[in-house]
């Protein structure tokens, strides 16, 4: 998952915050606005989907599966 401030294709990611691990999770959330993107990519492939976040939500939070050393699968995400 990657956030971004405008569409992917003008590269402005925006770096989450990573908060402290919580039941099994480990969670980033960034702070968005009405021109922010969501972008996934998919594993062992080079395909990806953008699409932009409805206007109005102001933070969204991804939920990974705590794993000993990186981030694991993603298993949630939101945005409120």
Known sequence: ITVYHGHPSQMASQVPDHLPAK?????????VDDNAWLECRYTGTHSTIAKQIPKGFKVCTAYYTHLKFGLGPLKKFTCE
Request: overall charge positive; aromatic content about 22%.
């Open 23 to 31: 039941k099994g999770f480990d969670i980033a959330r960034w702070a």
